[in-house]
């Protein structure tokens, strides 16, 4: 889609759901292209389908690749705070004929793809140290 016609769809969905921010649907659109790139998929076509898991995953790993530590706040800033978030930008995107779905794509694919700590801010943590681990006990 031109990116025209995808201003003129994000206008519209911003004045139907203003439950996320506009950058959210930027990152979006990213992040699928991010996805559709890391799984080899070809531009176009049929073959191009991504699921709801996959793009969860390829989201998850372009928003840590983007924002780093700072993930879980970018997101939250948005109105981003569970995996069905993602869903509801995606099917927001797809009504207004930015994105495809097949008959099998559902919202809900999206729902408890992930616990947001683990996904975003676990990742950033020190590891234990060994040593420490074993003395303690």
Not at 5 to 17: P, Q, V
Not at 80 to 88: L, M, P, Q, V
């Amino acid at each position: 889609m031109k990116n025209s016609s995808f201003a003129e769809a994000l206008k519209s969905i911003l004045l139907d759901d203003p439950r996320y921010a506009e950058g959210a649907y930027h990152f979006i659109r990213e992040a699928l292209d991010h996805t559709i790139r890391s799984l080899d998929k070809p531009q176009d076509g049929p073959g191009r389908h991504v699921s709801g898991k996959e793009l969860l995953d390829g989201i998850r790993a372009y928003a840590i690749g983007e924002f780093g530590p700072l993930t879980l706040l970018v997101l939250d800033e948005w109105g981003i705070r569970e995996s069905i978030d993602f869903g509801n930008l995606v099917f927001n995107l797809v009504e207004k004929g930015v994105l495809g779905k097949t008959d099998q794509d559902r919202v809900e694919d999206f729902a408890n793809g992930y616990d947001f700590q683990d996904a975003f801010v676990r990742p950033f943590e020190p590891e234990p140290d060994a040593e420490s681990a074993t003395s303690a006990g």
